[in-house]
C-alpha cells in the first residue's frame, strides 16, 4: 500500500502548484500608430477577460480644400492622450474596447482666398485685393471613442495589433476668423464676408465623428 501511496502523493504535489499557479498579468510597452497619430502606448491586462491601455498620439498633416469659389490650405496637428478598457470575450486576442482621449490639442489652421475676381459695390477686385480668410477649428476637449480590433503575441514576447472604430469629437468649432485686404475693410464685402463664415461652419459641422484605424507593436513582459 505505501509504495501505492507514495506515487500518488508525488502526483498530486506536482500538479498542485500547476494548479494554483494565477493569472500572470502581462505588461505590454510599445508604440501605435494610425489616424490618430503616433507615439507610445502600454497595456496591463490584470484579468484574461480585461485589460487596459494608455497612449499618446501626435500627427501633423497639410491640405487644401474647396468652399464655394475659395481654396483654403490647412495644417492639422493632433496632440491626444487618453486611455480604454479592452474586453476580451473570448480570452483571446479580439477585443472590443471603449475609452476616453483628451482632444483639447488637436486643431485645424487654415488660410483661403477667392480663386476669382471679386465684385464689391460695383468695384471688382483680383483674389490678392479681395484679400484672405484665416482661422482655426478646433473639436471638443474630450472624446469618447469605441474600437474593435485584435492583438496577437509571440512566444518571443512581441505583440502586433489592430483597432480600427470611431471617436466622437462633437460638432467642430470655426473660431479666431480674421479678414485681411477687402474683406476686412470694405463695408460692401461684408455680406460676402458673413457668407463664407457660414460656409465654412456648415462644412465642418458635418463632422462630428472622427475615423480610427490604429495599428500596434510591442513586447510583453
Known amino acids: 500500500m505505501l509504495r501505492l501511496a507514495y506515487p500518488a502523493l508525488l ?92 482632444t483639447s490639442g488637436n486643431r485645424i489652421r487654415f488660410a483661403g482666398m477667392a480663386r476669382t475676381p471679386q465684385t464689391y459695390g460695383g468695384m471688382t477686385f483680383s483674389p490678392e485685393e479681395a484679400g484672405t480668410l484665416s482661422g482655426t477649428i ?19 514576447g512581441l505583440t502586433f495589433g489592430i483597432d480600427g472604430g470611431v471617436m466622437f469629437h462633437g460638432r467642430p468649432r470655426v473660431e479666431d476668423l480674421v479678414a485681411t485686404g477687402e474683406l476686412g475693410s470694405n463695408p460692401y464685402a461684408q455680406t460676402e464676408l458673413a457668407r463664407q463664415e457660414q460656409r465654412l461652419r456648415d462644412r465642418v459641422d458635418n463632422y462630428p465623428y472622427y475615423p480610427v484605424v490604429q495599428l500596434s507593436l510591442g513586447y510583453r513582459f
Not at 25 to 54: C, D, K, M, N, Q
Not at 138 to 156: D, Q
Open 11 to 102: 502526483l498530486s504535489l506536482a500538479a498542485a502548484p500547476a494548479c494554483a499557479l494565477p493569472f500572470a498579468p502581462p505588461i505590454t510597452v510599445g508604440v501605435t500608430g494610425g489616424t490618430l497619430g503616433v507615439g507610445p502606448e502600454i497595456s496591463y491586462r490584470p484579468l484574461p477577460l480585461i485589460a487596459l491601455r494608455a497612449s499618446a498620439t501626435f500627427l501633423g498633416v497639410n491640405g487644401h480644400g474647396h468652399v464655394s469659389s475659395y481654396r483654403y490650405d490647412g495644417h492639422a496637428r493632433l496632440r491626444n492622450f487618453g486611455g480604454s478598457i479592452d474586453l476580451h470575450p473570448f480570452a483571446n486576442g479580439f477585443r472590443l474596447s471603449a475609452g476616453l482621449r483628451s
Open 138 to 156: 478646433r473639436t471638443r476637449s474630450v472624446s469618447p471613442l469605441a474600437t474593435i480590433g485584435y492583438s496577437h503575441s509571440t512566444l518571443s
